[in-house]
């Protein structure tokens, strides 16, 4: 069955640095766009990145410059590099692939960005 199991959260000092992973099973990775969102408590899931099929990025205004998304097919895996964290990086991230119709979602990391 389809499977997206995220990994690398935790708690971060302001300015600190994490890696997320998210790691992908049962379709057929390398078809489909890879996404990260978040959700902060009270607040609507928001889109953060995405990666394509081809390598191509895209990402949410409030992440550009601090944020990286990457993926390794061989491994089915897809990265969010997050650097320059700040307290309201803080939320739940969530890791999306979508390809025409079909939509998966991971169950969530935590990610808490505070002194």
């Given at each position: 069955q389809v499977q997206l199991e995220e990994s690398g959260g935790g708690l971060v000092?302001?300015?600190?640095?994490l890696r997320l992973s998210c790691a992908a099973s049962g379709f057929?990775?390398?078809?489909y766009a890879?996404?990260?969102?978040?959700?902060?408590?009270?607040?609507?899931?928001?889109?953060?990145?995405?990666?394509?099929s081809g390598g191509?990025?895209?990402?949410?205004?409030?992440?550009?410059?601090?944020f990286a998304i990457s993926r390794d097919n061989a491994e089915s895996t897809v990265?969010?590099?997050m650097n320059n964290l700040k307290p309201e990086d803080?939320?739940?991230y969530y890791c999306n692939a979508h390809w025409v119709a079909n939509d998966f979602w991971g169950q969530g990391?935590?990610?808490?960005?505070?002194?």
């Open positions: 000092q302001p300015g600190g640095s057929i990775f390398r078809f890879m996404n990260w969102y978040r959700q902060a408590p009270g607040k609507e899931r928001e889109w953060v990145a995405k990666i394509n191509s990025t895209n990402y949410a205004d409030s992440v550009k410059g601090r990265y969010l590099q803080t939320a739940v990391t935590q990610v808490t960005v505070s002194s």
